[in-house]
């Protein structure tokens, strides 16, 4: 247990951490390295264990606009836009 020293008070370091299966906030000991909270640990035990380890996600790039794609005109930055309809 991780413990601090002030005088001659002894305490328990603490820190909020959020469950990465539910969600929830709870306590742990600081430095702990748990993830889930008590109430998951269970049923994420019983997950199955993934086949491959997850890859670095990428976006799809997207090779040219839309107002490319159709041969729309660019609006100039120096035109004054309205909005259509609504509150802006």
Request: a positive charge; proline letters at 6%; hydrophobic letters at 30%.
């Amino acid at each position: 247990m991780s413990r601090t020293h002030q005088g001659n008070k002894c305490g328990v370091g603490v820190e909020l951490k959020y469950c990465e299966h539910c969600g929830g906030i709870w306590v742990r000991e600081r430095g702990a390295g748990e993830v889930y909270c008590e109430k998951c640990q269970p049923k994420v035990a019983e997950l199955p264990v993934p086949k491959k380890k997850p890859g670095r996600i990428m976006l799809p790039e997207q090779k040219c606009s839309v107002s490319q794609r159709y041969g729309v005109a660019a609006v100039e930055e120096t035109e004054d836009l309205e909005a259509v309809g609504g509150v802006a």
